[in-house]
């Protein structure tokens, strides 16, 4: 069946460090989501792209849409302890379903 | 607001026992989605609904997990009788078909212990 990889597994970072994860899906998607669950919490909605070659900004967040739009990533710029958590990504296929990563554990050492 | 309300939020119960997972999604959402996560295997999609009708169940592990929506404000997942292995975080989320980015909402889950 369709898949999403994510990788790394886990990132472990100091603070102030950059941060970057992968997504990639072996169909064509429709649509991206990123959703962020800090730890022993539930994952929460930061963003949906929508376009071949999006690139959307949330602060220190940028996160890119592939221009065959099988891929996304996310990246961190300067990380703080506040980012850590496990960042999710989740494709939507061609037939509506959304199938979500594996995710990356982020963990930032202060 | 009111977000999605699950309960229990923490369940320890011994093996053979019924689990009932309870789920109440965002007022006016039409789709709801049951999820399970656990280390090995992440966020995985049981069953989801749409206009309290089941859709997809294709993620729904073998017969003892079972899922109905009675009304549109309402959703319970049961798992009989249970097993160890099915000890995970259960997310229900909801969605609503006239948003802007189709986001689901999630509860804060639903965290089981099976003995």
């Known amino acids: 069946g369709q898949q999403v990889m994510q990788i790394p597994q886990y990132q472990h970072v100091q603070e102030g460090e950059d941060f970057t994860t992968y997504c990639n899906s072996s169909t064509t998607l429709s649509n991206i989501q990123w959703y962020k669950q800090r730890p022993g919490g539930h994952p929460v909605f930061l963003i949906q792209l929508v376009k071949s070659g999006e690139v959307k900004k949330q602060k220190r967040l940028t996160f890119q849409f592939g221009e065959a739009k099988k891929n996304s990533s996310l990246h961190i710029t300067a990380t703080q302890t506040t980012d850590v958590g496990t960042y999710f990504c989740a494709g939507r296929n061609q037939g509506g379903k959304l199938i979500f990563g594996q995710g990356t554990e982020l963990s930032v050492k202060p | 607001d009111a977000g999605v309300i699950q309960s229990p939020r923490h369940e320890v119960t011994e093996m053979g026992q019924e689990v009932t997972l309870r789920c109440k999604p965002i007022?006016?959402?039409?789709?709801l989605f049951w999820y399970r996560q656990t280390m090995m295997r992440g966020l995985e999609l049981l069953i989801y609904?749409?206009?309290?009708?089941?859709?997809?169940d294709s993620g729904m592990p073998e017969d003892r997990f079972s899922a109905k929506m009675p009304n549109a404000s309402f959703s319970t997942l049961k798992i009989q009788p249970s097993e160890p292995r099915d000890s995970a975080v259960y997310f229900c989320a909801s969605r609503w078909t006239g948003g802007a980015t189709g986001e689901l909402f999630f509860g804060e889950g639903s965290r089981l212990t099976v003995l």
């Open positions: 007022s006016g959402h039409d789709y």
């Open positions: 609904f749409n206009n309290n009708v089941p859709i997809d």
